[in-house]
């Protein structure tokens, strides 16, 4: 697993906790990234981390609109991903 920013992690949490849209949660990773270094797989990690997802339950986010991938609308992957992360908060605490 990727060595990921602990306070990165937290802000996710933190912002998806006050409900968030994914692809807000998006942008605060690839301002929090280097140029060069934001990329999908980056993003699955930091969203498999922070809300303890599976890479099945992450594997849309790589088709979203806001990283390049033109399947799925901003409104789309929220409605995929943000209901994975309650799921999981609801029976995690992250």
Avoid: P, W
Wanted: with cysteine.
């Amino acid at each position: 697993m990727m060595n990921l920013d602990g306070e990165l992690l937290e802000l996710l949490r933190n912002h998806a906790s006050k409900g968030q849209k994914v692809s807000s949660l998006i942008k605060i990773i690839q301002d929090y990234s280097e140029l060069n270094d934001f990329n999908s797989f980056l993003v699955m990690n930091y969203f498999m981390q922070a809300f303890n997802l599976s890479v099945n339950q992450v594997r849309e986010l790589s088709g979203a609109f806001c990283l390049g991938g033109g399947v799925y609308s901003d409104e789309d992957i929220n409605t995929i991903i943000y209901r994975q992360i309650m799921i999981n908060s609801s029976s995690t605490n992250f």
